[in-house]
């Protein structure tokens, strides 16, 4: 069977932004803490011997856009993991973090697994770099109608190696292949009936490999309808490194459990008899103040 790749010529969406300058970007893009998760458990065997330990070490770190349109990001690298007693902690696994960004997001995420610290230790500093993908604008290609490019492979002009797919249009479903080289580019996809009328999806699902994500979108899509591919405009590739110091471990919190700042005590309830030489009322116990020489 022969198989076609075609190539669609995106048009201008909306006029072309300012190219964000370099500093600029590296002065919105912040990168901060989101939470740290640790689960420790110990395994024993019938005679009370350790014979398995689970442990799972993980920190979550927030993207902050600040108004930048971001198409993505690629080369992301944590370099340095280490402790305030000064250990270095090893990567479990690559970090993960989202390959693209919807229009309307503001924040990513990385997800760094971590070996747990054999010291006790009460922070954790890292350090990185990756490199942000910022649109300078958008533009968009058209399908339509829709079920003519069902089964077809089609190129974008302008995006190198990039592919999309459309596999399927059920009753209440799209279902598309979009390849790597293609996803820092696409912006979204949207669907619209033949007269141009903008229908909206109900959720879905995607999966995918080190070749493709595939695609699964809940909308009623007629079969003469239209499907735009809206991709960012020529987007500026800009390194971003970060560091992140004293992130405080779990355990390591400042407690206040063992503070009171007055005391009571119960008085007796219904019939209870009240113990002679004693006053059947609250007492409270003022707490000592700075002010008592404490």
């Not at 054999?118 to 954790?124: E, R, V």
């Not at 995607?206 to 595939?214: L, P």
């Not at 009571?264 to 219904?270: I, N, V």
Request: charged share 25%.
């Amino acid at each position: 069977m022969l198989r076609f790749t075609l190539l669609l010529a995106p048009i201008l969406l909306c006029a072309a932004e300012a190219v964000p300058t370099p500093d600029l970007v590296k002065e919105k893009i912040t990168v901060r803490p989101e939470g740290i998760y640790f689960n420790s458990q110990i395994y024993f065997n019938e005679s009370g011997a350790v014979r398995h330990r689970d442990e799972d070490f993980n920190v979550r770190l927030a993207i902050d856009f600040n108004g930048l349109r971001v198409a993505g990001y690629r080369d992301l690298s944590i370099d340095t993991v280490t402790t305030d007693v000064g250990e270095t902690l090893r990567l479990d696994s690559k970090p993960d973090a989202e390959e693209r960004f919807d229009l309307d997001d503001d924040e990513g995420s990385i997800h760094v697994n971590l070996t747990p610290p054999s010291k006790p230790a009460a922070t954790l500093s890292i350090s990185g770099h990756m490199t942000i993908l910022v649109s300078t604008g958008l533009e968009t290609a058209d399908l339509s109608p829709a079920s003519d490019w069902i089964g077809k492979t089609v190129a974008v002009n302008g995006v190198e190696g990039g592919r999309f797919m459309l596999k399927s249009i059920s009753d209440d479903e799209v279902a598309y292949s979009v390849n790597h080289a293609l996803l820092n580019s696409l912006a979204e996809v949207r669907f619209a009936t033949a007269t141009g009328k903008e229908l909206d999806t109900r959720g879905g699902g995607s999966w995918g490999d080190d070749q493709n994500r595939e695609f699964e979108k809940r909308v009623k899509l007629p079969k003469n309808g239209t499907i735009s591919l809206v991709m960012h405009q020529n987007p500026v590739a800009v390194p971003i490194p970060f560091t992140l110091e004293a992130i405080p471990l779990p355990g390591s919190e400042a407690t206040d459990a063992g503070k009171v700042d007055a005391v009571l005590t119960p008085k007796p309830m219904g019939d209870a008899v009240t113990p002679a030489g004693t006053k059947g009322v609250v007492e409270v116990e003022q707490a000592p103040t700075s002010a008592d020489g404490f």
